[in-house]
Nanobody, 127 residues
Framework: QVQLVEFGGGLVQPGGSLTLSCAAS????????IGWFRQAPGKEREGVAL????????YYGDSVKGRFTISRDNAKSTAYLQMNDLKPEDTAIYYC????????????????????WGQGTQVTVSS
């Protein structure tokens, strides 16, 4: 069955860095885009980034552009989210998900465009 498992969350100080991993199984990884979302307490789930199945283009939310980088390793069926210059407002549960549509420019940050989700990993940015 399709599974997505996130790794790498934790506690980091403001200005620090963290890399999240999303290990996929149960499907042909290189045939799908992979996205990252996050959800903070009391807030809606927010699209963070999408990497399409051909690695390009990639999409980022305005609040993370220039600080976060999404990548993938098809040989390992794993996607990554490199997060730099972390801020307290980045604190959230981070989820990876499988993007099942084509294109991406108008749908990448819509949760309904994703059909399978991981269980999430907590990222806390605090001094």
């Amino acid at each position: 069955q399709v599974q997505l498992v996130e790794f790498g969350g934790g506690l980091v100080q403001p200005g620090g860095s963290l890399t999240l991993s999303c290990a996929a199984s149960g499907f042909t990884f290189q045939h799908y885009g992979i996205g990252w979302f996050r959800q903070a307490p009391g807030k809606e789930r927010e699209g963070v980034a999408l990497i399409t199945k051909l690695d390009s283009p990639t999409y980022y939310g305005d609040s993370v552009k220039g600080r976060f980088t999404i990548s993938r390793d098809n040989a390992k069926s794993t996607a990554y989210l490199q997060m730099n210059d972390l801020k307290p407002e980045d604190t959230a549960i981070y989820y990876c998900a499988r993007y099942y549509l084509y294109g991406g420019s108008t749908t990448w940050n819509i949760p309904g465009a994703y059909d399978y989700w991981g269980q999430g990993t907590q990222v806390t940015v605090s001094s």
